[in-house]
């Protein structure tokens, strides 16, 4: 059976694939596994039902028959060993590619969830710095690290505080240019959300988006 994914019903960012659920849909969409979406509301997420899959009751949620993983980075890396194509076949080189991994989700998403921009800057530049003039952090190789830093310097990608690093601009188009990630954005059209309110009588200003 494909693995399934929960996406929002009505994503709040319109459809522009900054949910974590893309990260995981792009994954899946680079080893070439085929997948199934499951639609979901906020008020559906608060149900016991769904929180004894995901207890915090957010998305994505990930299930592969009698597996269930929460954790966007813990359903990628799950991926990227179940799957061939996403890690080096070399076991340093692996280890770094993991290694890029957790950086995107440990060093830099809570940097760019900080707001601190001076602290922000400093991390970009030494980012900048070791990925120097490499298309990708293992060199020619696209790697889940790659696909993991990517995905956390989206959103950043019209900010000026990414606009001053043209290295990192280029690594994040390189990524965004690539099918597999074309793919998963642009599926599933039919949740993109054109006008109006995320999801029913809940506030978005109380969710982690
Ligand atoms: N660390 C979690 C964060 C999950 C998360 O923040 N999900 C957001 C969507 S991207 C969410 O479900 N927000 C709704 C909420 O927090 O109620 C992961 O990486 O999966």
């Given amino acids: 059976m494909n693995p399934v994914v929960s996406v929002f019903r009505h994503p709040p960012d319109g459809g522009r694939g900054y949910h974590r659920d893309t990260r995981v849909r792009w994954a899946l969409e680079e080893v070439g596994q085929p997948y199934s979406l499951r639609y979901v509301t906020f008020s559906e997420m608060r149900r016991p039902d769904y929180m004894q899959l995901q207890p915090f009751g957010q998305m994505p949620v990930y ?49 760019i969830a900080s707001g601190s921009v001076g602290y922000l800057e400093q991390r970009l530049q030494q980012l900048a710095l070791v990925l120097g003039e490499k298309t990708w952090f293992e060199g020619e190789d696209f790697s889940v690290g790659d696909l993991m830093m990517v995905s956390v310097l989206r959103p950043l990608k019209d900010s000026d505080i990414l606009k001053q690093s043209r290295r990192l601009q280029n690594y994040v188009a390189c990524g965004e240019e690539r099918e597999a990630f074309q793919r998963a954005l642009n599926a599933p059209p039919s949740v993109r959300r054109t006008s109006g309110r995320s999801d029913e009588n809940l506030s978005v200003e109380n969710f982690a988006l």
Avoid: K, Y
């Fill in 63 to 111: 299930q592969e028959g009698d597996l269930t993983l929460f954790e966007s980075g813990a359903i990628v890396l799950h991926i990227a060993q179940r799957f061939a194509g996403l890690l080096p076949g070399g076991p340093d080189a692996r280890s770094r590619s993991i290694m890029w991994m957790f950086a995107a989700v440990n060093t830099i998403e809570p940097c």
